[in-house]
Each structure stands twice: as structure tokens, then as C-alpha cells.
């Protein structure tokens, strides 16, 4: 039924445009199976000029024109960014009153970038990307990652903090989320909105160091990994020009350098004219206040700045298709991703799943800032008397804002969800305290109610006050900037006193911004509570009553006062100016800008507490110096050592020592979350990459990396550092040729009788070795399968592959060749049998372990460089096995050695009176070998060869590889590892060609 009815539509779309029977195949831009560029292309030479005009400006508040006559579906557009906005009237702000539009509510992004959880934001983006669809929305207008500048900025609770790397984290998840739906995100406001105050007048100007290491990578990151499919340009002015037809934002940077090939939206009233609306990169245009909008006949949309006025500069030859026909390719682009696109799933609509992921997110993302005397968290009935204090105690805070404003489902109020948990256990009274109002409009009761929730407070045996900021303008809210750093409604006032009359006050501080605190030395327990969305009470209440232990770290600092803040402390913030704001402290904003003026602030970047400690353990790297192009891997040990689950977020900063340019004090540049049980001790690993080294050049218009000293600081807030490491970045005048860094190294003894070389006292010490040596892969013989184990397990960063005799009590049943993986690549591996051959010794060693050697093909991931490596173990055995033995891995050199591979070979060999092995017939096995191999300039071996007769002898050998940068015997530098031979392990570095 539904398939007929489809055929239909698309038949009778066709067969009214074309020529085309209706018993041809159908077009091409109607495949779904066809690329999306092929699609857009045909449904663009279809198009007539008209069709095209009306695809690229609005038909509605938030919908656009498809294209009716081919089949090509509206745009359907919808806030954003924290859960999918109630519908609107057609053509007026209002609110159309449907009653089946009632979302989940999200929390706000300050919340989501507070949880510092990457996963969270893919739930967070999947979440609304399913609302979106099933509302019929295919984009969905967020999120939003303007840098925090100000803390007045009325929208920061729509962004991400002040940091670029933090916000650039989260970004792309929540994009790839969405865009899973079929459902476009719509990242927003580019670029520089950073202040509400006359923001469709103001022109920032910033430096290029500014724009691009703080105001740009967020967005840059949305596009270039999140794929987003369109953007939403700002409504204030750069270069004179306004956003959303800004020359060097759209054309050069956004379109040009990040190759963005989606739509460009304009913020809503955001076009200001038309000649630049057609040649500066906008390619949408919506919510423009016409006079055309007053007039009730015909399509008051026609008036609109990319409508008839665009279409009469077409039609005089002013300008010509090319622009047009650049702004239909990418909204088509757009349909064919989301509406038209092949498998579009259905989406769903405030679902169990929904509100548990709600719940989910918004746990995480509250900051506990203070716990004295363990006052938090609450024991269900230790108290008798709980007074709740505070208007939002008792307010929903998720529908209001401004565009962000939702109609959530439901909201759940504190106030309810303390009652409901405490459940009769203690008594729970409930005073306002104050009443929200709007600047101006102070009630006549302030002073009662606060007298009222004073006087109850000093009867309580706890007091849990709830307010904070709201989302009414001059709040947190779109439109107006806050006129203060105060919390409002006189909320100082009545927290000073309440903490006075109850220092068993708890208090819940909701906001997405930073305000003064000046109670707060006396206060025990300060919980930021950000928003939390749909299940905001609930989540508060978890959190009091310790059934969510928090695990939040705040994306921007609380200072103590205004003039902290760089825009105040230079007074470059008017609220009245509505021409230049200059960013007159450049780089440094947020963190930056304390650590650079040495001000304390009460509450630093990343900073938030839990109900359990942690120790940061001392970390490891994997190289001291580093070369451009180059990535740094480091492994910091975590422990919790209280008595609750809890998270720690391990926060890696870089400072640029020597610099030609002023580069911050810090930097955050990698970051991780790791959950951790009572006790447990977990690893956490952090990238490096090039970029985490680099400024932009404004000279050279470019990123550099200058080559000297640079610092790793790695903490728990970014005043809270825990270990400062030192780091040479090597220029590319210096560059080393990559080195693979190999290990032969023997294990065996696993029998107590073993004394002081028993696994059980040597394998802590093993450890110990491999992160200090740190080698890209290595060799290992004589293990046992719970000894590889071992080592797997707590070096995580290596892997590997490996034979063995499954019932083994024997040493010599494994070999093993470990991998880093992030370095190597591991293609094929496999294993050389002694009992196949076609002699079938009776005694020996094949008969004892019949496995010869491992192999493995791998690969160097960074240059590509294939390499085969050979893995042996030749010790005891009768004569024809090792003899056997040698051909076998000559042969299999020799096979594996076709496309011409460098090999290394690491092992351990036995000179001994049961076999039939010489230091000479080792040493025509070594150069038969070199000779089997294709590259013939190299063969090493230990310097232990032929000097230890009767010994073992480890050895690494090499065949392909241009020269051995370094070759290492370590002997005895590993307390609790002794061995036979003295040249063991042994470690080589070779030069890869
Ligand atoms: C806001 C945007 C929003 C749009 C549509 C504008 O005022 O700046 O963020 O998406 O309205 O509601």
C-alpha cells in the first residue's frame, strides 16, 4: 500500500516536469542508491530560476520551500539546542498550542560540557537527533560553542565554557548523534557572539592569534570531524561585515580552508543585505523582519533579502547563476542527507530511553564546588527536620530562555524529588525564601520572605536552599546580557543569613555562567547544579542523597569578583556600545587570562569535587621528545582511594617554554574520565598530537609548532596540578628518522623453587621495564599463557599475538610479539611447526614444544612501513628438530620476504652439549637468513654472540632496515629481574627507511 502510494508521487513528479514516460527508471535525483552529489546535480538541472530563489530563503518562522513539482520535500527547522522546541505560529513568534509537542528536555550545554564525557555527548546528540526526526525536524538548531568571554554573556549556558579544546571534544559527538537520525545539526553562532548586548549592531574586533587558537576551533572541529551539516552564522558584525555574509568567515575559512560543503543559515534576522548575501557564503536566509511581512497578500516571504531582490539582480545581469546555483547545490545537499535520504529511520519521541539518558547526562554534569565536614551527602533520615529554601527549589527551569526554551513532558521540581526520596523519613518543609522578579519589578515581600526562611532555618537540623539563577531574561537568557555579577533577587543577602542562622545549610546553585560567591567561606557544601533538563530534580536529589556520586568539573572559571574577567578588568565591556568591542586581551581568555595576571579565583577551570579521593600516580610517557608530525602517548595511573564509586577526569595541559610568540601559562589539550570502584587502580591514556603543540602564526597566517621545550602538566583541575613533565619538541630541520624500538626478552621462570627469579617477585619489575623501555614491539619466549596474560592486562597499550601449548605446566610453551598499538599494526601472523615437517623426531624438543617461532606481518601506522617479524625460541632439543628448526624460519623468511620487507628477528638460542648448535652454526643460520632476505645491508646481532658458550644468548637481528640507531643490553638495572645471561633483555632502535 505504501509502496504504491510512493510509486505514485514519484511518477506523477516526474512525468509533470520531464519528458520522461512513466515507464522509465526514475531520475537520478530520486535513487536513493545514487551518490548524493550525482543526486544533486540532476535535481539541479531540473530546477527552474524560481524554484531555485525559493529554496534558499524561509516560507515560514522555520520552515523553507523544496521544490513541489519534483517531489522534493520542505526544510523543516527547529530549536535547539537542549531538546526540540514547541511549534510555532507560521509566521509569528507564538506559540502554535499543539499538544503533542511536549519534549524531553535536555540539559543545557554548560551541563553536557561539565560531565566531560564524550560518550555522554553521543547520547546527548542521539537523544535529540530521534526527537528531531520523529517531529518531522531535519535540522536541528544547535549546538552552540561560543567561547565564554564574559560571565554576562546572557547565553553562556548555551555553549561550552572557555575553552576551545573542552568545547571542541564535545562538539563532535552531539553533531554525530544527531546527524545518525538523518537530522542535520546546525553548529551556531559563527562566529564571535559572545556578548547579547546590541549584538546585531556591535562589531568585534580581535586579533587572528584570538580568532583562530580561541574563538575558531570548535567550530572548526564541528566540521572538519563532526561532519555537520550546516552552520549558523551570528548576528553581530566582524571586519564590518555582519556574520552571516562575512566574507572571510564563509568564503575564506569556513567554505575555503575547512571545505565545509553545507548549508549556511543565517541566525534569525541575521541578513542585513543582499549584495553581500549572495556573494559572502550565506546560503539560506531566515527570520528577516520585512515590511513585506505586514502585508497580507501574496507571499510576504518574496521580500525577504535572498527572494525578489536577489532575483531581480539575477534577472538585470548583475550577477550571474554561479552563486545561486552554489547556495541550491548545498540545500539540496541537505535534503538528500536528511528527508530524502536512503534508510531514514523514524525517530522516537520522550521515551523511557530518553528521559534515562536525561537523567544520565545531567548526573554528571554537576560541579560539587565545597563538602566540609562531609555535610553532603545526606543520610536518608538523619535528619528530622529539612527546610528547603529557595524559589527554584519549586520552578521549572527548562522552559524559558529564549530560543532554548522547551516545553518539556514534564519537568521534576527538587522541592518533589527530595520529598519523594526522603519518603516521610524526615519531615520536609518547604519557604521560598525570595521571589524571581525582573529588574525593576522588586515585590514588596522580599524582606518577609526572607525573614520567614531565616527564622524556619535556625529551628532546622538542615537546611537544603535551592536557587541560584533562572532563565528569565537578564539571566540566563537570550536577548539581554546580565547587568551584574551578583546572583539576583538579592539571593546574597538571604544565603548570608541563612548560613548564619543554619550552618547546616546545603546550597544548590543553578546557572550556565559564573557569579560572586561571597558567602562562600562560610558555607559548607556548594553544589553547582547547572540545568539538568527533564529530570533536574530528580538529579539534584541523587546527588544530595549520595545515590550519584559527582563526577562534574566546571567548563569555566568562577572568579571572585567582575573586573576578574579580561573584557571588565580592561573595560572593553559596554553594554551601550554599539559599534567596535575589541578582545583586547587577545589569547587570553578564561584560565588563560588568571594564570597570566596570577589572579586566584575561588573556583579554577576544571575544578569540581566527589564524595571519594583519588591519587594521580606518576605518569608515563612514551617519549621525552617529540618531532612535528609526531603524536605522544602518556599513562597516568588513577587510583580511588575512598570508599565510594566515583570519576575522576585526569586533565592534561601543555605550556609552550620557549616561544617566539606569548603563549599561555597552560593549556588544556587532552583530557579522560575514568570511573573507578573503591580501591581500584585504572590507567588512563592521553594523545598528544601535533596540533596539541601548535599557535597560530599571524604572520605566516598558518599553525606552527617551534621547535624547544615544552611542558605537560597533568592535574585534576587546571590549578590543581599534580606532576609537571618536560618534553623536547625537535624541529623539522632535525628530523629523526622514525626508529622502531625492539625488545627480545625471555621470561620463563614461574616455579617458586625459581627463589628470587620467580614470576610472582619478577613480573611487578617486568612492568616496571617495558614502561621504561617502552619498546614499539617486541619478542617474548619461554612465558606462560597467564604470564603474557599478564603483562597484556597491565600494559593495555600493548597487544599481542602468540603460540602455546594449550595444556602447558612446561616453560618454552609461549612466544609471544607484543604491540604497541597505537604505533603498530598488526596485518597477519602465524606460527612455524617443528612436528610438520616430515621427519617425525622421536625425542627432543619439537616433541616437547612443537611450535618453533611466531610470526607476525605488521605495519609502522604512521609511515605505512611494513615489516615481518620472526619470534624464536631454539633452547634443548635433539639434533634434527633444531636443525629443522632453522630451515623452518629460513623458509619462511624467504616466503614471507617476497614483496621485499624488512625483518627482525628476536629469540633465544642455546649452545649447549644436547643440541647440535656452534656459535658457527648459529652464525651461518643468521647470515643464510640475511642472505634469504631481499634487503641485504644489515645484520646484527646481541654482542653477547660468541662470547657466552654454553649460555644462552639473546639476540635481535635485523634485515632491511637502514642502521641500528641504538642498541641497548640491559643488564641488572631492573631490581627483581636477574637472569642467566647478563645480556638480557636486550633493546635495539632501528632507523626505518
Ligand atoms: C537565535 C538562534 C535561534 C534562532 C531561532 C535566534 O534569535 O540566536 O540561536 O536558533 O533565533 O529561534
Known sequence: MKMKYLNYVLCAAVCTVTTMSCGDSIPTYLDEEAPIEERVEDALSRMTLDEKIDMIHAQSKFSSKGVPRLGIPENWLSDGPFGVREENLWSKWGKAGWTNDACTALPTLTALAATWNPDLSLLYGTVLGEEARYRNKNVILGPGVNIFRTPLNGRNFEYMGEDPYLASIMVVPYIKGVQKSKVAACVKHFALNNQEANRSKINVVVNDRALHEIYLPAFKTAVKEGGVWSVMGAYNRYRGQFCCHNEYLLNDILKGEWEFDGVVISDWGGTEETMQAVTNGLDLEFGTGTDGMTVDSGDPYDSYFLADPYKKLIQDGVVGMEELDDKVRRVLRLVFRTTMAKDRPYGSFVSEEHFRACRDIAQEGVVLLKNEDSLLPVAKGDHKRILVVGDNAARTLSNAGGSSMLKPKYESLTLDAIKEYVDGASEVTYLRGYQAYMPGYEPDDTERLRQEAVEAAKKADLVIYVGGMNRWAYQDCEGRDRQNYELPFQQDALIDELLDANP??????????????????????????????????????????????????????????????????????????????????????????????????????????????????????????????????????????????????????????????????????????????????????????????????????????????????????????????????????????????????????????????????????????????????????????????????????????????????????????FYDRSKIRLDDWGTIWLSQTPEKPSMGWDAWCPRTATWAEMEIIETGQKFFYVNTHLDHGGRNSRRNALDLIIATIKEKNQEGCPTILTGDFNVSPDNDFTLESLRTFMYNAAETASHADTVATSNAFGKREGKHIDYIWWKGFRTCKEYRVVRKEYSGIKYVSDHWPITAEFIVP
Request: proline share 6%.
Open 504 to 817: 547546616q545549610t546545603i546550597l544548590v546553585l543553578h546557572g550556565g555562567t559564573a557569579f560572586s560567591m561571597p558567602w562562600r567561606e562560610k558555607a559548607k557544601a556548594i553544589i553547582y547544579a547547572m540545568y539538568g533538563g527533564s529530570e533536574n530534580g530528580h538529579v539534584l536529589s541523587d546527588v544530595i542523597f549520595g545515590e550519584v556520586n559527582p563526577s562534574g568539573k566546571l567548563p569555566f572559571t568562577i572568579a571572585e569578583s567582575l573586573t576578574d574577567y579580561p573584557p571588565h578588568a580592561l573595560g572593553t565591556y559596554d553594554p551601550t556600545n554599539k559599534g567596535d568591542v575589541n578582545y583586547d586581551e587577545g589569547i587570553f581568555v578564561g584560565y588563560r587570562w588568571f594564570d597570566e595576571k596570577g589572579i586566584d579565583v575561588p573556583y579554577p577551570f576544571g575544578y569540581g569535587l566527589s564524595y571519594t579521593d583519588f591519587e594521580v600516580g606518576k605518569a608515563k610517557l612514551s617519549s621525552k621528545r617529540i618531532r612535528p608530525g609526531r603524536s605522544l602517548k602518556i599513562r597516568v595511573p588513577v587510583t580511588n582511594s575512598g570508599n565510594r564509586r566515583g570519576a575522576e577526569v585526569v586533565q592534561l595541559y601543555v605550556k609552550d617554554v620557549q616561544s617566539s610568540l606569548p603563549r599561555p601559562e597552560k593549556e588544556l589539550k587532552a583530557f579522560q574520565k575514568v570511573w573507578l570502584e573503591p580501591g581500584e587502580t585504572k590507567y588512563v591514556e592521553m594523545l598528544l598530537t601535533k596540533e596539541a603543540f601548535m599557535f597560530y602564526d599571524p604572520e605566516k597566517q598558518d599553525w606552527v609548532a617551534e621547535k624547544g621545550e615544552f611542558e605537560l602538566m597533568i592535574g585534576t583541575s587546571s590549578r590543581d596540578i599534580c606532576e609537571t613533565i618536560r618534553l623536547d619538541l625537535i624541529s623539522r630541520g632535525e628530523k629523526r628518522p622514525s626508529c622502531i624500538k625492539v625488545m627480545s626478552y625471555n621470561i620463563r621462570y614461574d616455579n617458586p623453587n625459581d627463589g628470587e627469579n620467580c614470576w610472582e617477585n619478577r613480573k611487578e619489575a617486568t612492568l616496571k621495564m617495558i614502561d621504561e623501555l617502552r619498546p614499539d614491539v617486541f619478542g617474548v619466549q619461554e612465558a606462560l599463557a597467564h604470564q603474557v596474560r599478564y603483562i597484556e592486562e597491565n600494559s593495555p597499550e600493548y597487544a599481542s599475538v602468540g603460540v602455546g601449548r594449550d595444556d602447558g605446566k612446561e616453560a618454552g610453551e609461549f612466544m609471544s610479539i
